[in-house]
């Protein structure tokens, strides 16, 4: 199976040592530590003093960590994880698509100028913030080069 890199964006502590994690391209997923209890024993630490809590995103998205010792690979998250559906599955922040796909975010911006996305349709904003679907990206780009 080939993996592709999913990088996090965000990620909750739930109860009963669960996660809920949103990847950049708009997927968030529910990823369920206890099973890893009993397969990797220095799990079991992040049951002492809150520690599970204490979770927050690799930089660069690589993953969660919680100390020096203890972390998770984006990859063992997304493809672990169980998919929580939403209204805003498929779209992603503009720079977000930008670093997915490894161009310039004045190249999207062109592009949004330019018309080669349809308002709307294909990209809106929120506020300040450009949001475009995955499907436009890989119509106009292809799949990501990451």
């Known amino acids: 199976m080939k993996y592709i890199f999913h990088p996090v964006r965000t990620v909750t502590a739930l ?21 890893l209890f009993e397969r990797i024993p220095i ?10 809590y204490q979770v927050h995103v690799d930089v660069g998205g690589y993953g969660t ?3 020096d ?5 984006a990859e063992e998250l997304y493809y672990n994880g169980t998919l929580v559906p939403s209204r ?6 503009l720079g977000d698509a930008a670093q997915f796909w490894n161009i310039d975010d004045s190249t ?5 100028k330019n018309g ?3 308002c709307g349709t294909d ?8 949001v475009i679907t995955i499907e436009a990206m890989v119509r106009e780009y292809g799949e990501p080069k990451h």
């Open 15 to 35: 109860d009963n040592y669960m996660l809920f994690v949103e990847f950049c391209e708009g997927v968030s997923k529910i990823y369920d530590i206890k099973p």
């Open 43 to 52: 799990f079991n630490e992040l049951k002492e003093n809150n520690l599970f």
């Open 65 to 67: 960590i919680w100390n």
């Open 69 to 73: 010792k203890i972390d998770l690979a």
């Open 88 to 93: 805003f599955d498929g779209i992603m922040a």
């Open 108 to 112: 999207l911006r062109h592009a949004i």
């Open 116 to 118: 080669k996305f349809k």
């Open 123 to 130: 990209i809106t904003k929120f506020g300040k913030q450009w």
